[in-house]
């Protein structure tokens, strides 16, 4: 194997990346863009000790799966891996990429996976951020995505998978920054003015909030500004986050209003959620109701026999709410003291009064609540979860986490995991440790990129 060699290749699989994979006799080599069951030419451009990277450089035979995507940059931005495969193929591709996760990772052979719940695959995504940058072009600045694995701004005029509110917030941000002279964030030498865009819509009641976040206290004609997004794109709140570090973060930590109440309210099912600007929700509504249906019914929890839960990763109140109606009592937690807010007034909001949030990192909450004497007041004294919920960020949980709720011999665990890697090496953890792995429910959350959510059940057979 040597760079710059052009192969013919035929690709076998796919991974979260996007990456078609091929191999050469025990070589494998990573294709992007590429599809199971294309033919094609390609120059290796990046090669380690046992897998490399390669360039496609003519489709020789595509692949069935293979079809013209309708978003016009879906080639350079790094929003989407998939608009140029059809949908079946996608949910397939998926259930593929959580089982081999399992098999490789989690050392699970023959690991029970389902089959992948679908949706419909565009416009569905409640949440956005766009970045602003300095560009090339008449303007000066550009606002849309960044291209794969980099920071180069992709310009956009749509995006398929957002919805259609979003794109009305930047074309009125876009010409308000052109009258008024507002510059764009340059990353690089950490001058300039607006650096992000974020924007949450509620299919439930159509509300749309727009954060701004500035390299500094605030944007010229600010309140014109909230005025035009309100009376042109439809903003019911929208607010400034000043953001003057150095770095990758998203939001500041402030927020100060500029119109409305600076928060949107969601339903999901029958439970009300307000959600503020740095609280986490899920991203697609309608399938987070399919995500907490499956949850809820795989713990077990029923009214006619209610039992104690731990929801470990609570954010604005998400299952800990939702399965508050067949529980006894259950104990949120979540780290970003902003979130526990939302999720105690969302707790209020619906008349729920037997879910209790408390405000830290699960890591160190659980531990002492599992194994102390006294609980904080108002979680029953004999509190014992039958089935922890755990819904983590990327990076999975951490082990003092996992080590306690093996302590305690929690009956089961319901882990919702948007990273298939870190999913199957928390399962390993827990299945050396003494639980089962009974079933893996995948549910395509995120259609048209390489990322799927996926629910695992795990039991203990000594409780």
Do not use: W
Not at 305 to 311: I, N, Q, S, W
Not at 371 to 390: C, E, K, M, W, Y
Not at 400 to 421: F, N
């Amino acid at each position: 194997m040597k760079k710059n060699t052009v192969l013919t290749l035929h690709i076998e699989g796919v991974n979260a990346k996007g990456f078609g994979v091929a191999r050469v006799n025990d070589f494998v080599l990573l294709v992007d863009g590429a599809l199971p069951g294309d033919t094609l030419e390609a120059r290796l451009v990046k090669l380690k000790s046992r897998y490399g990277y390669a360039k496609a450089m003519r489709i020789v035979t595509p692949s069935p799966h293979r079809v013209t995507p309708k978003c016009p940059v879906s080639q350079r931005c790094g929003g989407c891996q998939f608009q140029h495969c059809d949908y079946p193929a996608q949910l397939a591709f998926k259930k593929q990429i959580v089982t081999d996760a399992l098999t490789r990772i989690g050392g699970i052979e023959n690991a029970p996976v389902a089959d992948v719940l679908g949706t419909a695959p565009t416009r569905y995504r409640n949440k956005a951020v766009f970045p602003v940058a300095p560009a090339q072009n008449p303007e000066g600045f550009a606002i849309g995505m960044y291209a794969p694995r980099s920071h180069r701004m992709v310009e956009i005029d749509d995006c398929l998978i957002q919805h259609p509110a979003h794109i009305r917030v930047l074309s009125v941000v876009k010409k308000h920054m052109l009258r008024h002279k507002i510059s764009a964030y340059d990353e690089t030498a950490h001058q300039g003015q607006l650096r992000q865009i974020m924007i949450r819509t509620s299919l439930a009641t159509g509300e749309i909030m727009v954060v701004l976040v500035v390299n500094g206290e605030a944007l010229p004609r600010e309140i014109p500004l909230a005025q035009a997004l309100a009376a042109d794109a439809g903003a019911t709140t929208v607010l400034l986050s000043p953001h003057t570090s150095r770095g990758n973060a998203v939001l500041g930590e402030r927020f100060r209003i500029l119109l409305g109440n600076g928060f949107i309210e969601e339903t999901i099912g029958p439970v009300r959620y307000r959600i503020s600007a740095p609280s986490f929700f899920q991203v697609n509504p309608v399938q987070a109701k399919v995500l907490y249906d499956v949850a809820l019914r795989l713990s077990g929890l029923h009214p006619t026999t209610p039992g104690d839960a731990l929801d470990a990763h609570a954010g604005a109140g998400g299952i800990a709410l939702y399965a508050a109606h067949a529980a006894r009592h259950i104990v949120g937690i979540d780290i970003v003291a902003p979130a526990i807010a939302d999720a105690k007034k969302n707790a209020a909001i619906n008349g729920i009064t037997n879910v209790h949030f408390l405000t830290g990192a699960a890591e160190e909450v659980v531990p002492t609540l599992l194994t102390g004497n006294a609980h904080p007041q108002g979680i029953p004294s004999d509190f014992r979860p039958d089935v922890v919920f755990l819904d983590p960020p990327r990076r999975g949980c951490e082990p003092p986490l996992l080590d306690a709720l093996i302590s305690c011999k929690a009956p089961k665990i319901i882990y919702i995991s948007c990273d298939p890697a870190t999913l199957a090496r928390d399962i390993k953890h827990l299945c050396t440790a003494g639980y089962t792995l009974s079933t893996v429910q995948p549910v395509d959350m995120f259609p048209m990129t390489g990322h799927v959510e996926a629910i695992a059940l795990l039991r203990r057979a000594d409780t």
